[in-house]
């Protein structure tokens, strides 16, 4: 690990002051995914500014009926608060779906969002990979690519946002809240904050240098049956080779409202308008229709390619389970 200084603030306006400062600086909160970087020497901050103590810890209703949750908040507690686990059931669902409890217990709403794709490339410093060293190729395309992208890609990547928590917020229609140096203020819908690669890999957020995530808000609670289904190697300490986040309304044996975000498929959670405008007023036989909706456009590698009928199964058996209920 490279050398580097350390300094606690008090404020969330100061925290994004002392970082936007510095060009090497970065956040420190949990440190699940940055440290293991670090140590890695893919992540070389030259200072760290830790936001542990500015108490954006605590989950609070909002004035329209939703929650507003503190970028500091960890995912255990999160994903087992009432309020959470009665009209957000899709997110404690995600939530507990993702790394350990040993991980949840120390890992944060905003680090969570903001953590960094497992591609094993972009892991392994001999490799070519955009994402680390932009212009350097990326030898995903000719190489191990099971579990990465089939949606959204380009010439310059194929990896996959990792976060389950992220998928969930992306069928809530979450807004991620941040603060800039100047204490200016900026609301960012969930469906804008991450970014596919494109030319430039290695931006991975709408986020400016220094712009601090503050919390994210949920709009409010639209009812209905929340289901996260995810396909993974192994049972658990798994990231998803598929998942996919249900927010169903059945009404009369048909769906009456329908959102669906799929995790493992692409660089940002993915969610299609077209398909859940499909799945509307139709019931659990739609599925195919639905996915071919969401899978419009996938570039799959030979090697995963599976993902695709996957992806069918894996929806056809989500719609069936909230159709019963």
């Known amino acids: ?40 020497q893919i992540e070389v901050p030259t200072h760290l500014v830790d936001v542990n103590r500015l108490g954006l810890d605590r989950i609070e209703p909002t004035a329209e009926g939703g929650l507003r ?31 350990s409890g040993q991980l949840r217990n120390k890992a944060t709403t905003a680090g969570n969002l903001l953590q960094r794709t497992r591609c094993p490339y972009f892991y392994d410093p001999a490799q070519a990979c955009n994402k680390r060293n932009p212009g350097s190729g990326c030898a ?23 976060s389950d928590m992220a998928v969930a917020m992306r069928a ?35 986020l400016r240098h220094g712009e601090f995530v503050t919390a994210v808000t949920l709009p409010p609670p639209v009812g209905g049956v929340h289901l996260y289904r995810k396909v993974r190697d192994r049972a658990s300490y798994a990231f998803a080779t598929i998942s996919v986040a249900a927010v169903l309304v059945p009404e009369g044996g048909k769906v009456a409202q329908a959102r669906l975000a799929f995790g493992g498929l692409a660089h940002q959670p993915w969610r299609v308008t077209e398909a859940e405008d499909r799945l509307r007023g139709q019931g ?11 899978l419009q456009g996938a570039r799959p590698t030979e090697q995963n390619a599976f993902k695709l009928p996957l992806t069918r199964r894996v929806l056809a058996g989500t719609l069936a389970q909230a159709m019963q209920g």
């Open 172 to 206: 809530l229609d979450a807004v991620v809240e941040t603060v800039h140096a100047d204490g200016a203020t900026r609301q960012i819908p969930i469906a804008e904050f991450h970014r596919l690669p494109g030319d430039t890999p290695e931006v991975e957020t709408a």
């Open 284 to 294: 659990a036989d739609a599925a195919n229709a639905v996915a071919d909706a969401v």
């Open 140 to 162: 995903a395309l000719g190489g191990f690519s099971r579990n990465l992208a089939v949606l959204g890609t380009s010439e310059h990547c194929i990896a996959t946002h990792p």
């Open 69 to 99: 949750i503190g970028a500091l908040v960890r995912n255990t507690d999160l994903a087992a608060d009432a309020r959470v686990k009665r009209d957000y059931a899709v997110l404690s669902r995600a939530l507990l779906a993702g790394a």
């Open 1 to 40: 690990m490279k050398s580097f200084t350390y300094q606690r603030v008090s404020t969330p306006a100061e925290a994004a002051a002392a970082v936007a400062a510095n060009p090497g600086a970065k956040f420190l909160a949990g440190g699940t995914n940055l440290l293991d970087l670090m140590k890695l």
